[in-house]
Each structure stands twice: as C-alpha cells, then as structure tokens.
C-alpha cells in the first residue's frame, strides 16, 4: 500500500506519503492565495524526496473539507484526476477529521477552523477518532453556549479566544495525520467517504441580479 494523502481546506497545502505502517514523506506551506500553484510541485518534491514513482501510488485521500470554495476544490480536482490517471481509487475524509486526529486529545473537544465572514467550521469530538456532530459553519458567538468549556483545536479557536479559551494546536490540517488516520480505517475494513465536497455554504462569487442572459440569433 502506498497512499498520498492531501489537503486545500485551510490556508495549508499539504500532502504526504504513507506506505500502511508509517508516514514515509509529508510536506505543508501555509498560503491561502496560492494553493493552485503549490499542489502540483509539492506532490512532485514529495515523491522525489522519497525516491518513488507516481505510478507506485496506490490509493488517493484527500480532505473534503468543509472549507472556502476555491481553494477545497484543487485538491479534490487534483485527487479525481490522480485517481482517473492512476486508476486507482480516491478516499474522501473530513479536514476536521485530520485535525482532531492530529491533536491527540482524549476528552471531549472541538475542532474549529476559520470560515471567514466571522465564522468557522466545527465539530464537536468524543475523543481524537469519533466526532459526534457537525461538521457545521456558525458565527462563534452563536456556538458559545454548546462549546464553552470544551478544549478547541484548529485556526477558528485560535482566532477567537473569548469562545475558545482552551485553544491548542495544530492550527492547520496536516495531510500525514489523514493519510494516518485513512490507513488506519482501511486496516480496520471500514469504508471511507467519497472524494464530495463539504462546502457547507454558497460561494462567494455570485451571479449579479438582473442578469440578462444573451443568446445567439
């Protein structure tokens, strides 16, 4: 088994290699402008640096967010594209899922990363492996009540410390705690989600009112 593993939910690109024991390589850049151009050669340093083939790769995951539009949907084009040329399949996991992972934490807890708009997206978690709702987009001011006193992880806790007080890294997703958390499932014969993306909300870009549409004679 070989998994490449990546990411374009939150400001990090991020990618990594895992053979089904252990992360072999990974790699993150935080730039939340520039995800379209950093994918591409991070995967190819990725592979290089670990003196593998595209070819060799075995299986895709990637992080189906929830996060912005235009950045989430690089790394899911990415993937299907990966895994239409390889023939190989594509796992989708939650981005929180990846975070929650990543912290370790054995309590209840929260994720939450920036949503902009003054939001975030969170879930709330039983532990580092089960998350028990969400995941959802709300202005923090709103969850107050449902997290307070609850750990948090992720960009949006640390963004908003008056909701968040209890705020601990890792502040972005990292692609080796998906690939981790992905093999780990894969082992355990579960079936993972389809590469479908969390947006959770419209898009920025919107068709302006009144729009005529102009068609030929």
Same mark, same amino acid.
């Given at each position: 088994?070989?998994?490449? +593993?990546?990411?374009?939910?939150?400001?990090?690109?991020?990618?990594?290699?895992? /053979?089904?024991?252990?992360?072999? +390589?990974?790699f993150a850049q935080?730039?939340?402008?520039?995800?379209?151009?950093?994918?591409?050669?991070?995967?190819?340093? *990725?592979? @290089?640096?670990?003196?593998?083939?595209?070819?060799? !790769?075995?299986?895709? !995951?990637?992080?189906?967010?929830?996060?912005?539009?235009?950045? *989430?949907?690089?790394?899911?084009?990415?993937?299907?594209?990966?895994?239409?040329? *390889?023939?190989?399949?594509?796992h989708g996991l939650?981005?929180?899922?990846?975070?929650?992972?990543?912290?370790?934490?054995?309590?209840?807890?929260?994720?939450?990363?920036?949503?902009?708009?003054?939001?975030?997206?969170?879930?709330?978690?039983? /532990?580092?492996?089960?998350?028990?709702?969400?995941?959802?987009?709300?202005?923090? @001011?709103?969850?107050? /009540?449902? !997290?307070?006193?609850?750990?948090?992880?992720?960009?949006?806790?640390?963004?908003?410390?008056?909701?968040?007080? /209890?705020?601990?890294?890792?502040?972005?997703?990292?692609?080796?705690?998906?690939?981790? *958390?992905?093999?780990?499932?894969?082992?355990?014969?579960?079936?993972?989600?389809?590469?479908?993306?969390?947006?959770?909300?419209?898009?920025? @870009?919107?068709?302006?009112?009144?729009?005529?549409? !102009?068609?030929?004679?």
């Amino acid at each position: 088994m070989l998994l490449l +593993a990546l990411d374009t939910a939150t400001p990090a690109v991020t990618v990594a290699l895992h /053979d089904g024991t252990d992360v072999v +390589a990974s790699f993150a850049q935080v730039d939340a402008r520039r995800h379209g151009e950093l994918l591409l050669p991070a995967v190819d340093r *990725l592979l @290089a640096g670990a003196g593998l083939r595209l070819d060799a !790769v075995t299986a895709i !995951v990637v992080g189906v967010g929830p996060g912005p539009y235009t950045g *989430l949907r690089v790394g899911l084009m990415t993937a299907d594209t990966f895994g239409l040329a *390889l023939g190989v399949p594509v796992h989708g996991l939650c981005t929180l899922d990846g975070l929650a992972y990543a912290s370790d934490l054995e309590g209840p807890f929260v994720v939450a990363t920036d949503a902009r708009r003054k939001e975030v997206y969170w879930a709330r978690y039983a /532990d580092s492996r089960t998350r028990l709702s969400g995941p959802a987009v709300d202005r923090p @001011a709103d969850i107050a /009540d449902e !997290v307070a006193g609850l750990p948090a992880v992720g960009t949006g806790a640390l963004l908003y410390p008056d909701v968040f007080p /209890d705020a601990h890294e890792p502040e972005h997703v990292s692609a080796a705690a998906l690939a981790a *958390l992905a093999a780990e499932r894969l082992a355990a014969g579960e079936e993972l989600p389809a590469p479908r993306p969390l947006y959770l909300r419209r898009p920025d @870009a919107q068709v302006p009112k009144n729009y005529k549409v !102009v068609t030929p004679k």
